[in-house]
């Protein structure tokens, strides 16, 4: 199969970034609209998205926070009804379950399409909701990754994080307790992985903001398994996750200093450098931890260009 399936190759898919990919996942949206452009998947950029209400607001009046939602899906409708790719976990299950309670409860749909009829936004049909690891699973699959590798893998073994969200409670993106199909991509480009039994616990989520020693503890939790069973760095789906895991390893090793320093990758960037895109492109200077690691394994010709 190609990059794309038939019905999807003139005009390819609808991108709904959310608000993470424009700031603190910037890495996340350079990496993946890199990789798209190698394999030749069309991303056309939904206009005038807001937020998904995978906010704080959500657990305050979910019902609400579902319209802001439901507003980015009748813009997909808008704009020809083309499946979303939404990137972020969090999105794609605010995006998801919107369309779910929509189809199954009769007084949410009506709550819904009377904003959307406020906003003048058609509210039918539903628009599919996709994340890019169920896409590149099953539209491009992984023997067109292995076609495609143009790179030898220049480090170690990396252990794969699914978190959460993108798993449950549909299991469509994945299985939900024990999810390969982000390991036999990696696998298939030449990226070797470990076996990782913590790769759906939670990596506390928002909790590091707010209960912060509970969310450190978590992280610590993730980290030190990763690193007991080999690996030297970890690949996330999702920008929260790689914020917490990045972001806190200097806390983390401060409490416990045996917790070696791990890149936290998205899994565009692996698998857009082992296609031939340059370090630059996949945003690699972006991340917090490990970057002599990164300098070592991408091999770049300035410090600057993987970390500086």
């Given at each position: ?200 616990k939670c990596c506390g989520a928002t909790h590091a903001g707010t209960l912060h020693d509970v969310g450190l503890r978590l992280v610590t939790i993730l980290l030190k398994e990763a690193a007991r069973r080999g690996a030297q760095a ?56 490990g970057g002599a690691l990164l300098r070592r394994w991408f091999n770049a010709r300035t410090e600057a260009e993987v970390h500086g």
């Open positions: 199969m190609g990059a794309t399936s038939s019905a999807k190759r003139p005009e390819g898919y609808l991108y709904y970034p959310g608000c993470a990919l424009k700031g603190t996942g910037i890495a996340y949206e350079e990496s993946l609209l890199a990789l798209f452009r190698l394999l030749g998947v069309r991303l056309e950029e939904l206009r005038d998205w807001n937020c998904c209400g995978a906010t704080s607001y959500m657990s305050m009046d979910e019902q609400s926070s579902s319209l802001l939602a439901a507003r980015n899906l009748g813009l997909a409708r808008q704009m020809g009804g083309r499946d979303v790719v939404a990137p972020c976990s969090a999105c794609y299950l605010a995006l998801r379950k919107c369309n779910d309670y929509a189809a199954r409860y009769p007084a949410f749909r009506d709550r819904v399409n009377g904003f959307l009829d406020s906003d003048m936004l058609p509210h039918q049909p539903a628009v599919r909701v996709r994340h890019p690891l169920e896409l590149l699973y099953t539209e491009v699959r992984p023997e067109r990754l292995r076609e495609r590798a143009v790179r030898p893998w220049p480090g170690g073994p990396v252990a794969c994080y699914y978190g959460c969200q993108a798993v449950r409670p549909y299991a469509e993106v994945d299985r939900a307790h024990n999810p390969t199909r982000m390991d036999e991509l990696l696998q298939a480009a030449g990226v070797p992985t470990v076996d990782y039994p913590l790769k759906t970890m690949v996330v789906i999702c920008p929260l996750c790689q914020l917490n895991l990045d972001a806190y390893q200097g806390e983390v090793r401060r409490e416990e200093p045996s917790v070696p320093e791990l890149p936290i990758l998205y899994l565009p960037q692996a698998l857009g450098w082992t296609l031939g895109a340059s370090a630059r492109s996949l945003g690699l200077q972006r991340g917090i931890a």
